[in-house]
Protein backbone atom coordinates (compact mmCIF):
# COMPACT_ATOMS: atom_id res chain seq x y z
CA UNK A 1 0.00 0.00 0.00
CA UNK A 2 1.60 2.99 -0.95
CA UNK A 3 1.84 5.87 1.83
CA UNK A 4 0.22 9.48 0.95
CA UNK A 5 1.72 12.53 1.65
CA UNK A 6 0.72 12.78 5.39
CA UNK A 7 1.99 9.64 6.14
CA UNK A 8 5.29 10.53 4.62
CA UNK A 9 5.44 13.30 6.85
CA UNK A 10 4.86 12.00 9.68
CA UNK A 11 7.47 9.94 9.48
CA UNK A 12 10.31 12.44 8.66
CA UNK A 13 8.62 14.12 12.09
CA UNK A 14 9.49 11.05 13.57
CA UNK A 15 12.61 10.36 12.68
CA UNK A 16 13.43 13.89 13.49
CA UNK A 17 12.23 13.59 17.07
CA UNK A 18 14.23 10.43 17.36
CA UNK A 19 17.10 11.66 16.41
CA UNK A 20 16.57 14.54 18.78
CA UNK A 21 16.34 12.28 21.23
CA UNK A 22 18.98 10.29 20.70
CA UNK A 23 21.33 13.10 20.65
CA UNK A 24 19.82 14.00 23.67
CA UNK A 25 20.51 10.72 25.37
CA UNK A 26 24.11 10.57 24.68
CA UNK A 27 25.46 13.87 25.52
CA UNK A 28 23.60 13.66 28.40
CA UNK A 29 25.07 10.17 29.43
CA UNK A 30 28.80 11.48 28.09
CA UNK A 31 28.07 14.20 30.69
CA UNK A 32 27.58 11.08 33.37
CA UNK A 33 30.48 9.55 32.64
CA UNK A 34 32.74 13.19 32.11
CA UNK A 35 31.01 15.36 34.31
CA UNK A 36 32.05 18.56 32.87
CA UNK A 37 32.84 17.72 29.46
CA UNK A 38 30.51 20.92 28.30
CA UNK A 39 31.84 22.76 30.66
CA UNK A 40 34.89 25.72 30.08
CA UNK A 41 36.12 26.29 33.26
CA UNK A 42 36.30 25.04 36.76
CA UNK A 43 34.42 23.83 39.30
CA UNK A 44 33.09 21.00 37.19
CA UNK A 45 30.20 19.31 39.01
CA UNK A 46 30.71 15.60 40.51
CA UNK A 47 29.41 12.35 38.92
CA UNK A 48 26.31 12.31 41.39
CA UNK A 49 25.88 16.14 40.54
CA UNK A 50 26.04 15.60 36.74
CA UNK A 51 23.68 12.22 36.94
CA UNK A 52 20.94 14.12 39.06
CA UNK A 53 21.32 17.17 36.69
CA UNK A 54 21.30 14.29 33.67
CA UNK A 55 18.55 12.64 35.10
CA UNK A 56 15.50 14.85 33.78
CA UNK A 57 16.93 14.97 30.33
CA UNK A 58 17.29 11.08 30.31
CA UNK A 59 13.67 10.60 30.63
CA UNK A 60 12.77 12.78 28.74
CA UNK A 61 14.55 11.20 25.34
CA UNK A 62 13.57 8.07 26.33
CA UNK A 63 10.09 9.20 26.23
CA UNK A 64 11.22 10.31 22.52
CA UNK A 65 12.64 7.64 21.91
CA UNK A 66 9.92 5.46 21.82
CA UNK A 67 6.87 5.16 19.62
CA UNK A 68 4.07 7.36 19.85
CA UNK A 69 1.99 4.40 19.10
CA UNK A 70 3.11 2.32 22.29
CA UNK A 71 3.06 6.38 24.14
CA UNK A 72 -0.70 7.05 23.03
CA UNK A 73 -1.68 3.78 24.99
CA UNK A 74 -3.60 3.93 27.71
CA UNK A 75 -2.90 5.80 30.99
CA UNK A 76 0.61 6.30 29.46
CA UNK A 77 -0.70 9.31 27.41
CA UNK A 78 -1.08 11.39 30.07
CA UNK A 79 2.26 10.42 31.68
CA UNK A 80 3.39 11.13 27.97
CA UNK A 81 1.76 14.22 27.66
CA UNK A 82 3.21 15.85 30.75
CA UNK A 83 6.55 14.55 29.81
CA UNK A 84 6.33 16.00 26.61
CA UNK A 85 4.56 19.24 27.42
CA UNK A 86 7.22 20.04 30.36
CA UNK A 87 10.01 19.67 27.74
CA UNK A 88 8.47 21.84 25.40
CA UNK A 89 7.94 24.48 28.11
CA UNK A 90 12.04 23.92 29.35
CA UNK A 91 13.46 23.82 25.65
CA UNK A 92 11.19 27.08 24.49
CA UNK A 93 12.17 28.85 27.86
CA UNK A 94 15.88 27.99 27.96
CA UNK A 95 15.89 28.97 23.96
CA UNK A 96 14.38 32.63 24.48
CA UNK A 97 17.00 33.85 26.64
CA UNK A 98 19.90 32.47 23.52
CA UNK A 99 17.51 34.45 21.02
CA UNK A 100 17.52 37.42 22.56
CA UNK A 101 21.11 37.24 23.13
CA UNK A 102 22.18 36.60 19.21
CA UNK A 103 22.66 39.91 17.55
CA UNK A 104 20.27 39.46 14.40
CA UNK A 105 17.42 37.80 16.24
CA UNK A 106 16.55 35.63 13.38
CA UNK A 107 19.79 34.04 13.42
CA UNK A 108 19.79 33.27 16.98
CA UNK A 109 15.97 31.73 15.71
CA UNK A 110 17.71 30.10 13.08
CA UNK A 111 20.06 28.40 14.85
CA UNK A 112 18.25 27.31 18.20
CA UNK A 113 14.70 26.53 16.94
CA UNK A 114 15.27 23.51 14.97
CA UNK A 115 17.64 21.91 17.25
CA UNK A 116 15.41 22.75 20.34
CA UNK A 117 11.72 23.58 20.35
CA UNK A 118 10.84 22.39 17.25
CA UNK A 119 11.38 18.50 17.90
CA UNK A 120 10.28 19.12 21.31
CA UNK A 121 6.49 20.39 19.47
CA UNK A 122 6.82 17.79 17.28
CA UNK A 123 7.11 14.93 19.76
CA UNK A 124 4.02 16.51 21.61
CA UNK A 125 1.95 17.01 18.29
CA UNK A 126 2.92 13.23 17.01
CA UNK A 127 1.66 11.62 20.48
CA UNK A 128 -1.42 13.78 20.70
CA UNK A 129 -2.17 13.03 16.74
CA UNK A 130 -1.56 9.26 16.87
CA UNK A 131 -4.14 9.44 20.28
CA UNK A 132 -6.72 10.78 17.69
CA UNK A 133 -5.97 8.02 15.13
CA UNK A 134 -6.56 5.65 17.73
CA UNK A 135 -9.36 6.67 19.58
CA UNK A 136 -11.35 7.04 15.86
Not at 17 to 26: D, E, N, Q
Not at 70 to 81: A, D, H, M, P
Not at 124 to 134: A, C, D, N, T, Y
Request: proline share 7%; net charge positive.
Amino acid sequence: MRKNWFQKLEFIFRVYVVIFGILLFVTHTIGIIIPGFAKSEPPFPTRIDAFFHSLPFLIYAIFLIFSAKILSRGNLFYLSLCVFGIGVCYWLYSSIPIIMKASPKIIGALIVLPFYVIPAFLALLLLIMRRKQGAV
